[in-house]
C-alpha cells in the first residue's frame, strides 16, 4: 500500500511565537497513525520548528530552495543549509514560485537534480491554469510539467512525492470534484506506467492540493489513486489540519 501524506504548506505565514503557537496545538491534536505529516513553515521558521517537533512524527519541509550549491546567490537557501538545520524535504514547483518567482520547468530540472543528489525528498508541485482546463489542454500542460521528472532513473523516484495542484483550486476556496482530481491523477499513473512501468506506477505517492478542507477531504482522499493532500489555507490553523489528516 502506498504511504498516506497530508504536508501543510504555510507559505510567508508565521512569525516565530506563532510558530510556536500552531506547533503547540498541533501537537495536542491527536492524528492518524497511518498517515505521514509535514510541516512546512518559512526558511526563517525552520529550525524553531525541527527543535520544537523533534520527537514527534510530524516532519518539517522547506518550501523552495536554490539549485546551486553555494556562491553568489543573495537571498537564497541551498540544500546543504536545509539540511543543517536538520530539513531534508523540500517543495519544488509550487505554482506560486512558477507564476511569482519565474520558476521554469527547465529552473525546476536544475533543482530537482541538485535536491536528489543531496539526498533530499521532494514534494513536486504541478498543474493547469484555468485557461488551460477550459481549453482542455489540462492533461497536455501536466504532461510537460511532468517531463521535466520522465529523465530521471527509476532510483530517483524513492526521493519523490508528487503534489497535483491545480492553480485554479489553490487558494481560491474552489476545488477540483474528486472525479476530477481521480481523473488527472489516475492519467499522472498512466504517464508514469508509460515511461518506466506499471509497479513504479502504483508505487508512486501523488497528493491533491487545491483548497483542501476539513469538509472535502474525506471525499478526495477516497479516491482510489489519491495518496494524500498538499493543503495551504487550512494548514494554518492546528484543528483543520488535523482534520484534514483524520479524513483518512
Ligand atoms: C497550496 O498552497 O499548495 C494550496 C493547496 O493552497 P490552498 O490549500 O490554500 O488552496
Same mark, same amino acid.
Given at each position: 500500500?502506498?504511504?498516506q501524506i ?10 516565530t ?12 491534536q491527536t ?7 509535514? $510541516? ?6 525552520l529550525?524553531?520548528?525541527v ?5 514527534t ?5 522547506a ?8 556562491g553568489?546567490?543573495t +537571498?537564497?537557501i ?5 539540511? @543543517?538545520v ?6 519544488l +514547483?509550487?505554482s506560486?514560485? #512558477?507564476?511569482?518567482?519565474?520558476e521554469?520547468?527547465d =529552473? ?9 543528489n ?6 513536486f ?7 488551460? #482546463? ?5 492533461f497536455?500542460? $501536466? #504532461?510537460?510539467?511532468?517531463a $521535466? ?5 527509476e532510483?530517483?523516484?524513492?526521493q519523490?512525492i ?5 492553480v485554479w483550486a *489553490?487558494?481560491? @476556496?474552489?476545488?477540483? =470534484?474528486p472525479?476530477q482530481a ?6 499522472i499513473r498512466?504517464? *508514469? ?5 506499471s509497479?513504479l506506477a502504483?508505487?508512486?505517492? *501523488?497528493?491533491?492540493g @487545491?483548497s483542501?478542507?476539513p469538509?472535502?477531504a474525506?471525499?478526495?482522499f477516497s479516491?482510489?489513486?489519491?495518496? +494524500?493532500g498538499?493543503? @495551504?489555507?487550512?494548514s ?5 489540519f488535523?482534520?484534514? $489528516?483524520n479524513a483518512?
Open positions: 500500500m502506498r504511504n497530508v504536508a501543510g504548506n504555510w507559505k510567508m505565514n508565521n512569525t511565537s506563532e510558530t510556536e503557537k500552531l506547533l503547540n496545538e498541533l501537537e495536542k492524528l492518524n497513525k497511518s498517515v505521514k505529516v509535514y $510541516v512546512a513553515p518559512a526558511f526563517t521558521q529550525s524553531q520548528a527543535r520544537q517537533l523533534e520527537g512524527p510530524i516532519k518539517v519541509a518550501q523552495n530552495m536554490n539549485a546551486a550549491a553555494s553568489a546567490h +537571498g537564497e541551498s540544500a546543504s543549509m536545509l539540511q @543543517g536538520g530539513v531534508h524535504t523540500v517543495i +514547483g509550487h506560486e514560485r #512558477r507564476s511569482l518567482y519565474s521554469t520547468n =529552473s525546476l530540472k536544475d533543482k530537482v537534480a541538485t535536491a536528489l543531496a539526498e533530499m525528498e521532494l514534494i508541485c504541478f498543474g493547469e491554469e484555468l485557461e488551460q #482546463r477550459k481549453e482542455n489542454n489540462h497536455e500542460v $501536466v #504532461r510537460a510539467q511532468l $521535466v521528472l520522465f529523465e530521471l532513473p532510483k530517483a523516484w524513492d519523490i508528487l503534489a497535483y495542484e491545480p *489553490i487558494g481560491t @476556496g474552489e476545488t477540483a =470534484s472525479e481521480q481523473e488527472m491523477h489516475a492519467f498512466k504517464e *508514469i506506467e508509460e515511461n518506466y512501468n509497479s502504483e508505487k508512486v505517492v *501523488i497528493l491533491y @487545491g483542501v478542507k469538509s472535502n474525506q471525499e478526495i479516491m482510489k489513486d489519491v495518496d +494524500g498538499l493543503i @495551504g489555507g487550512a494554518l490553523k492546528a484543528s483543520d488535523a482534520a484534514i $489528516v483518512f
